[in-house]
T-cell receptor, first 116, second 112 residues
Framework: GAVVSQHPSWVICKSGTSVKIECRSL??????MFWYRQFPKQSLMLMATSNEGSKATYEQGVEKDKFLINHASLTLSTLTVTSAHPEDSSFYICSATPGTAWREQFFGPGTRLTVL | QKEVEQDPGPLSVPEGAIVSLNCTYS??????FMWYRQYSRKGPELLMYTYSSGNKEDGRFTAQVDKSSKYISLFIRDSQPSDSATYLCAMKNSNSGYALNFGKGTSLLVTP
């Protein structure tokens, strides 16, 4: 099946710093990528949807100036958490689709962010 | 009330047992019902999906949807240690594009 990677898998940072998380589709071109967040013992929640070359669409309640998404190519999307705070500590997971069908949404392994 | 409710477990069963995993939901507009399996340090992968009500079988796995009760189930027959994973239910309506509504996931451990 299609493979999506994320880097890093785990990051610890100090409060106030920015952190960049990469999501790559390794064996297909992803017309659309999605970013999810999962707090402990909670559901995966969609944060934003990004299409290559255009601005991301953010879900209600997600601060677009805090969570910067760049989908610069058909195989790479990045999520930058700016001025991170402890409440941003979470599990961030991306998914990507070649755009052929809604069920063809392939997930990355996730990134654990801990903000001290 | 959350749109999708799922007991996080953990659920521990002996090898060979029948496993029943369940989710309830509140949004009657949901039409597509999915089960994802997630192994440790891996992303969720689509296991099965069902459109509207009814049953769907795939090998040892059976998915059931009861829209009247807003209740879905995944049954695993002859469970194996390799089935140990987190199982997430997810749902969507016809007009929501790729947006999925996930449950919290149930952690399953199948012991030899």
């Amino acid at each position: 099946g299609a493979v999506v990677s994320q880097h890093p898998s785990w990051v610890i940072c100090k409060s106030g710093t920015s952190v960049k998380i990469e999501c790559r589709s390794l064996d297909f071109q992803a017309t659309t990528m999605f970013w999810y967040r999962q707090f402990p013992k909670q559901s995966l929640m969609l944060m934003a949807t990004s299409n290559e070359g255009s601005k991301a669409t953010y879900e209600q309640g997600v601060e677009k100036d805090k969570f910067l998404i760049n989908h610069a190519s058909l195989t790479l999307s990045t999520l930058t958490v700016t001025s991170a705070h402890p409440e941003d500590s979470s599990f961030y997971i991306c998914s990507a689709t070649p755009g052929t069908a809604w069920r063809e949404q392939f997930f990355g392994p996730g990134t654990r962010l801990t903000v001290l | 009330q959350k749109e999708v409710e799922q007991d996080p477990g953990p659920l521990s069963v002996p090898e060979g047992a029948i496993v029943s995993l369940n989710c309830t939901y509140s949004n009657s507009a949901f039409q597509y019902f999915m089960w994802y399996r997630q192994y440790s340090r891996k992303g969720p992968e689509l296991l099965m999906y069902t459109y509207s009500s009814g049953n769907k079988e795939d090998g040892r796995f059976t998915a059931q949807v009861d829209k009247s009760s807003k209740y879905i189930s995944l049954f695993i027959r002859d469970s194996q240690p390799s089935d140990s994973a987190t199982y997430l239910c997810a749902m969507k309506n016809s007009n929501s594009g790729y947006a999925l509504n996930f449950g919290k996931g149930t952690s399953l451990l199948v012991t030899p």
